[in-house]
């Protein structure tokens, strides 16, 4: 069954922002690396960001200007903040849970994910 669910997906014009959210269980959020994926259409599966489980962020070079990843652990809840989107952002966004220590180049390291939320930029 699904423990993870994004939302905050959706269109939106080149320049533009959007905030992806995961909201995970709690045994999950607080024993876990987090990261969001992403996978365009006729392109391979894509690492955009991690935060480990002692909070350590790392982000993709392509996106490390323009994409934040944080979270609240109030909420139990991941976030991704998109600025300045590009049409090569365009992609289904995932987010998944791994080991405690890893980061987004370790997929394989990812064994919980959700089932995605569509970003198209035009």
């Known amino acids: 069954h699904v423990q993870l669910v994004e939302s905050g997906g959706g269109s939106v014009q080149a320049g533009g922002s959007l905030r992806l959210s995961c909201a995970a269980p709690?045994?999950?959020?607080?024993?876990?690396?987090m990261a969001w994926f992403r996978q365009a259409p006729g392109k391979e599966h894509e690492g955009v960001a991690s935060i480990d489980g002692d909070g350590h962020t790392s982000v993709a070079h392509a996106v490390n200007e323009r994409f934040t990843i944080s979270r609240d652990n109030a909420k139990n809840t991941l976030y991704l903040q998109m600025n300045s989107l590009k049409p090569e952002d365009t992609a289904m966004y995932y987010c998944?849970?791994?080991?405690?220590?890893?980061?987004?180049?370790?997929?394989?390291?990812?064994?919980?994910w959700g089932q995605g939320t569509q970003v198209t930029v035009s």
């Open positions: 709690l045994h999950l959020y607080s024993s876990y690396s």
């Open positions: 998944a849970a791994g080991s405690f220590y890893t980061d987004y180049q370790h997929p394989s390291d990812f064994s919980v």
